[in-house]
């Protein structure tokens, strides 16, 4: 499938991934080694055991495209895919994704099927599992991601989680950093 982006936004992303890049001092980068918490080694059991899991599933090796998927793709499958690739490239991602906490864009959703996200899907057959996170803001699949990969649920990005609240989560996404084990 091929996607076509914005020649703009590629230039946003393209300075925004240099910038952090260069930085090196960003508060949202993981140390160069840790040990992973027990929620994180648990939730990276769970996504092996499923049948489904594909952390190939996206065809990138950019950083740089896997944000404008985060920032403007609406169908639900391609974001899936990319959570795959931040899941699969959490030490390049992480930063990214904790500072994209505090994007209010909403995106939009589509191809959902079943899915059920609280305060944004109106049809309900009774079955399909249920995501928390608004998966229509940017902000809210940051979240899904980041939680999706280490286990935790302390920030969570729903549809009406207000910006003082994302700034909130980004520094509990700090602190959480800091008291990783070394």
């Known amino acids: 499938m091929k996607v076509i982006f914005d020649f703009s936004l590629i230039l946003v992303l393209f300075f925004s ?3 952090l890049q260069s930085s090196g001092d960003s508060p949202y980068v993981l140390p160069k080694y840790f040990h992973k918490t027990e929620k994180w080694i648990k939730e990276e059991n769970v996504r092996r055991s499923m ?7 996206f065809d990138t090796t950019s950083i740089t495209g896997a944000l404008a998927v985060i920032r403007k793709e609406k169908k639900l499958s391609t974001f899936l895919g990319v959570k795959a ?3 699969k490239n ?3 991602s992480f930063p990214y994704l904790v ?7 909403v995106v939009g959703l589509t191809n959902t099927n079943d899915l059920i996200i609280p305060g944004r899907t109106t049809r309900f057959d009774g079955q399909g599992p249920v995501v928390k996170e608004d998966l229509f803001r940017v902000s809210g699949r940051a979240s899904f991601i980041l939680n999706q ?3 935790e649920s302390f920030a969570i990005v729903t549809s009406k989680t207000s910006y003082s609240e994302l700034v909130r989560f980004q520094q509990l996404w700090r602190d959480w950093i800091s008291r ?3």
């Open 149 to 151: 990969l280490t286990g």
């Open 17 to 19: 991934t240099l910038a």
């Open 90 to 92: 959490y030490q390049v």
């Open 99 to 105: 500072q994209m906490l505090t994007d209010t864009s």
């Open 85 to 87: 690739w931040c899941i």
């Open 180 to 182: 990783l084990p070394r």
């Open 51 to 57: 049948a489904t899991y594909n952390p190939n599933s």
